[in-house]
């Protein structure tokens, strides 16, 4: 019992102190986007580079969201601290210096997929003895030798001590605090929705980084009548719980990995793309069996399945390790240690989430046993998750039956998994995050641009349309919100349908820029739609003349040279997502970029003249567009 009551005051003690010592602005955002999406990169890994170049590509994620972060791709599990110093802090500092419009952290390849606890444990159990009992005589010692007085055998053994680097991501708040009993605690997500008075008429809801949580699911954020949170202070510590939505793009197979092939990668991350907003006819399948993986979830079957006909779309129960000759899987949801999928005559369609639940599903290393998550994918699911240790087939550590109903509500993959799982800590889920194929997407238009050159005040004026009539209130509405305007991936403004949006180019550079227009709309799920633009600024009536030496298609190991000009620059310097790939002081010169540094795929390069009165003295190029092969 005291062990429980220090999770509950240090939950609420870490969330207060924490988010103190943090800038939180305001936001009123809901839903997530690809301008909400944080793209993490390993420059070491050719893998991580060129599933990075291709989801960046198909999801239009802006180059200011991409994050470099060095790691050893053959170093596929590491130690919490090493994770905490090398990839969640660098992590957190990026999601916070874009003002918080980051929502998901996306992990390309190569980043460690497991993350062991034990130094967290060792230090809780040495810190706070009181709260833990002594482990019984006949346990003192196992088999492996473990000592009585070791910390970790007193440590409770369901909470078994291996994250993933996506559940601690999402758990970033008491991950950072060093909190194991915290971000262990298997109640811990309180955005998972459930049927609950505290969670009533909040039953999906789209995800911003910004909403707080309380105890009981309850939540609270800006421009929104709350009505489940009425009578609860939202400015007590136990209702400050934040997260950050995060998924792993892809676990590529390597001599030490068991996962996917490079071109199964990018072929699930393709076919998910085009999944969108396509309202798929298929059926989602909830297999049973006589086996504990399969019964753990059995009694939330019947629910989900009737929820789901409630949406038009068809959920069935069968029977068995695998759906059977099934040519319409829109989701699988299986119990079970061994399967070949290929056995089961039965097609995964665009979209699907997969999952089944057993020990060693999210477990990456080559022999570990059992099949793991990466089955599903290599058939073409858009996700699918494991754990990534021995979980002991405890419901809470699993996405339960409701993870199909969030998804086809219109919720994006990554919202539908986080709403389904109490605690997400060993959870490893892998494949395309912004996934939603029931998503009723608005299409954007604009008023007040005369052609792509532009020059002064500009007044502009959003509108958008639904496909559909959408679900009814609270979830969606078929009706526009809120338009936001983003200029080179920073929001902007945000108006109200009929505003006008007044953006005044002179405060930017000459040259290329990008307006990105995002309708979000009303509802609880929050679906968002987008219309990018490019657009030259000619205020000061420079120019830069930029003309490449190399092909647009380029072999890789090959240098890309640029020849530039730029009249009364200072210097100039070559840049792909932000980093600088190469410079030269002086109005002209040669600038070149290894191909090795950008991976393979399309890839978009730009020349920044820097003049000598600030960023608004310089001029950006246009986009240099290649393809890697």
């Known amino acids: 019992m005291a062990f429980r009551a220090w999770i509950c005051k240090s939950a609420a003690w870490i969330g207060a102190a924490l988010i103190a010592t943090l800038v939180w602005p305001a936001a009123c955002r809901g839903g997530v986007g690809p301008e909400n999406v944080l793209l993490v990169v390993n420059p070491r890994s050719e893998a991580s580079l060129t599933v990075a170049n291709h989801y960046q590509a198909l999801r239009e994620i802006p180059a200011e969201n991409v994050l470099y972060l060095e790691w050893d791709p053959l170093q596929t599990t590491t130690e919490i601290a090493t994770f905490r110093e090398r990839i969640l802090s660098p992590v957190v500092e990026a999601v916070l210096a874009r003002r918080l419009q980051i929502d998901c952290v996306a992990y390309s390849a190569d980043f460690p997929w497991g993350v062991r606890l034990e130094d967290d444990i060792r230090a809780f159990v040495r810190d706070h003895p009181e709260l833990l009992p002594d482990r019984p005589e006949h346990e003192a010692r196992g088999g492996s030798g473990e000592a009585k007085d070791d910390p970790l055998a007193r440590w409770p053994k369901p909470l078994t001590p291996v994250g993933s680097i996506n559940g601690l991501t999402y758990l970033y708040l008491p991950v950072l605090a060093a909190a194991p009993p915290v971000y262990m605690n298997l109640r811990e997500n309180q955005y998972m929705r459930r049927a609950t008075p505290e969670q009533d008429g909040v039953p999906s809801l789209g995800f911003r980084s910004t909403l707080r949580f309380g105890p009981n699911g309850e939540v609270w954020g800006p421009d929104r009548d709350w009505p ?124 699907a989430l997969c999952d089944h639940l057993t020990s060693l599903g999210g477990v990456m290393h080559r022999n570990a046993g059992q099949t793991p998550l990466s089955e599903f994918l290599r058939y073409g699911a858009a996700a699918a998750s494991g754990t990534v240790t021995e979980p002991f087939a405890i419901q809470e550590k699993f996405p339960l039956a409701m993870l199909h109903v969030h998804y086809a509500r219109g919720c994006t993959a990554a919202e539908a998994f986080y709403q389904s799982v109490y605690g997400p800590y060993q959870l490893l889920i892998v494949g395309d995050p912004l996934c939603r194929p029931w998503a009723n997407v608005p299409r954007v238009t604009l008023d007040g641009l005369a052609g792509p050159i532009v020059a002064g005040e500009l007044r502009l004026r ?162 240099l567009r290649f393809e890697i092969e």
């Open 228 to 351: 489940q949170a009425r009578g609860v202070d939202p400015q007590a510590v136990e209702s400050r719980r934040r997260y950050l939505l995060s998924m792993v793009l892809g676990v590529p197979e390597n001599e030490k990995n068991r996962g996917n092939t490079l071109p199964e990668i990018l072929s699930y991350l393709r076919r998910s793309a085009k999944a969108d907003a396509t309202f798929p006819p298929g059926t989602v399948y909830y297999v049973r069996n006589d086996d504990i993986r399969s019964k753990t979830r059995h009694s939330a079957f019947p629910e989900a399945v009737e929820q789901l006909e409630r949406l038009g779309i068809r959920g069935e129960i069968v029977f068995g390790v695998m759906p059977k000759e099934k040519s319409d899987c829109q989701g699988v949801m299986m119990g079970t240690a061994q399967f070949r999928w290929s056995e089961s005559g039965s097609e995964i369609r665009p979209g």
């Open 462 to 623: 959003a509108a958008a349309h639904f496909p559909r009539p959408g679900l009814p209130d609270p979830l969606g509405g078929g009706e526009v919100l809120a338009f936001e305007y983003y200029l080179d991936g920073e929001m902007r403004n945000r108006c109200r349908p009929g505003e006008e949006c007044v953006l005044n180019t002179a405060a930017w550079g000459d040259g290329r820029h990008e307006l990105r227009v995002v309708a979000e709309e009303k509802g609880l799920i929050a679906t968002r739609g987008s219309l990018v633009l490019e657009l030259v600024f000619r205020n000061r009536d420079k120019e830069i003349e930029v003309r490449t030496e190399s092909p647009d298609r380029v072999a890789f190991g090959e240098n890309i040279a640029v020849e530039a000009r730029a009249p009364g620059a200072m210097a100039l310097i070559l840049r792909h997502n932000g980093r600088i790939l190469d410079r030269c002081v002086g109005a002209a010169g040669r600038l070149t970029a290894a191909t090795q540094k950008l991976g393979r795929g399309p890839v978009s390069l730009q020349v920044v003249a820097l003049g000598r009165s600030g960023p608004a003295s310089n001029v950006y190029s246009a986009l």
